[in-house]
Structures are given as C-alpha cells and as structure tokens.
C-alpha cells in the first residue's frame, strides 16, 4: 500500500491505491482545511467553511513534496481554481503563482504511489514572486 508522509506534523500512514488525499488525511487525524485564517477562523474553515471535498473552496491546498508522479493529473476543478477567475477567491491564485505544479487540492487527489505532503504552505506576498 501506497504510504503518505505528512512532513509538518511528522505523520506517515498508509493509504489503498486510489485513496483520496483528504479523506485520508481527515481519517488520520489531520485537517486540511486551513485557509488563510488563524485561531477560530481557522477552526471554522476546518469544519464547516469549506466545500468537504467538492473542489472549489480552495482551503485543503497542499503540496506534493515528494512523489508528485504517484498522483493523478490536476483535475479540471484545481485548474479552475488556480488559473481562472471562475473561482474568485484570490488566495488559491497567489498560493498558485508562489508554487506552481505542486500545489495542489488535497480534495482531488489521488495516490497511487509514496507521497510527501506539506499541508498548508504559507504564501509569501512579498516573496521574490510577487511585489519584492
Ligand atoms: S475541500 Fe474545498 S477545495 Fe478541497
């Protein structure tokens, strides 16, 4: 079985082939659903402000740290929400521009293969992407 390392909160587990990134990370424990909220914010985006798995929140961003060739291709739902302005929110868009091809919706992914996962990379809007 394919295993999942959660590099922030030091947790490996292992996952059926096929498994969906978040339902796995909720099963272990680890709420993906951050947002950019801190505190209670933060608590609600994790229960009840956010889409449960339906794509199009943009909260449950990770990033595919190792192993992003054992998981499936962006699904039109996370190309809509990083590249287009059919999904409003601009956070996913900035996270999108500082990260690129790794960022992904733990929400629409699926692991075939030994993963490395970062839950909730900070965005950076001062970094050398954006207005430095
Ligand atoms: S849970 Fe909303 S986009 Fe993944």
Do not use: S
């Not at 969906?20 to 099963?27: D, G, I, V």
């Not at 009840?48 to 990770?62: F, K, P, W, Y």
């Not at 919706?105 to 992407?129: M, S, T, Y």
Request: some cysteine; proline content about 7%; charged content about 25%.
């Amino acid at each position: 079985m394919p295993t999942v390392k959660f590099v922030k909160e030091n947790v490996v587990i292992e996952v059926p082939e096929g498994a969906n990134l978040r339902r796995e990370a909720l099963r272990a424990g680890i709420p993906l659903n951050r947002g950019f909220l801190n505190g209670f914010g933060r608590r609600l985006n994790q229960t009840i402000l956010n889409c449960h798995g339906m794509g199009t929140c943009g909260t449950c961003r990770v990033l595919i740290t190792k192993g992003a060739e054992n998981v499936n291709q962006p699904t039109l739902k996370e190309k809509l929400q990083f590249k287009t302005v059919v999904m409003p929110d601009p956070i996913p868009k900035f996270a999108y521009v500082q990260y690129g091809e790794q960022l992904r919706l733990a929400c629409q992914v699926k692991v075939f293969g030994d993963i490395e996962v970062e839950a909730d990379p900070p965005i950076d809007l001062f970094g050398e992407k954006f207005y430095a």
